[in-house]
T-cell receptor
């Protein structure tokens, strides 16, 4: 089956720093989403980005579908950015099932 | 406000006592699904529904049942819960199986 690999697995930042999270996937996909799981366990939608680039405030994401990767950029990080970031992909012939990567655990220190 | 709601948010129960976790969405989405999240195993799909009265198994359906009698509701039923069903459960919905929106999660502990 498809493999979804995220890197790095863990990341510690000082408040105000920038970071790039990466998601590689092993097959063609027709949906890619980024989520933030906050310390209370809630999954927050960040981006729906099967291709191209999107920006939302301090966060932006780029997916290069032909090269099978996506990047999530966090600029001027804040302590509230702490948590786990997941990318999830959907195959064209797999109904609506999302296949999640193992996540990047981000800790932003004040 | 467009949202997916789940109840209860937290539940501690005992082995064998039937329980239902409710899921409701107000976005008129036809696609709904259930996932469980476990340390080291990530998020895995339990069941999904493409529309009313249409349900199918995901990757880990054993020990679970679902029903889809109305478009907005998709309850998850554990007829005889066991400790290995202790997990964090998420309901999700989407329009056309595209961008999915998740509920707040239900933390279930089975003793």
């Amino acid at each position: 089956g498809i493999q979804v690999e995220q890197s790095p697995p863990d990341l510690i930042l000082q408040e105000g720093a920038n970071s790039t999270l990466r998601c590689n996937f092993s097959d063609s996909v027709n949906n890619l989403q980024w989520f933030h799981q906050n310390p209370w366990g809630q999954l927050i939608n960040l981006f729906y980005i099967p291709s191209g680039t999107k920006q939302n405030g301090r966060l932006s994401a780029t997916t290069v579908a032909t090269e099978r990767y996506s990047l999530l950029y966090i600029s001027s990080s804040q302590t509230t950015d702490s948590g786990v970031y997941f990318c999830a992909v959907k195959l064209a012939n797999q109904g609506g099932k999302l296949i999640f990567g193992q996540g990047t655990e981000l800790s932003v220190k004040p | 406000e467009a949202q997916v709601t789940q109840n209860p948010r937290y539940l501690i129960t005992v082995t064998g006592k039937k329980l239902t976790v409710t899921c409701s969405q107000n976005m008129n989405h036809e696609y709904m699904s259930w996932y469980r999240q476990d340390p080291g195993l990530g998020l895995r799909q339990i069941y999904y529904s493409m529309n009313v009265e249409v349900t199918d198994k995901g990757d880990v359906p054993e020990g679970y049942k679902v029903s889809r009698k109305e478009k907005r509701n998709f309850p998850l039923i554990l007829e005889s819960p066991s400790p290995n069903q202790t997990s964090l459960y998420f309901c999700a919905s989407s329009l056309g199986g595209v961008e999915q929106f998740f509920g707040p999660g239900t933390r279930l502990t089975v003793l």
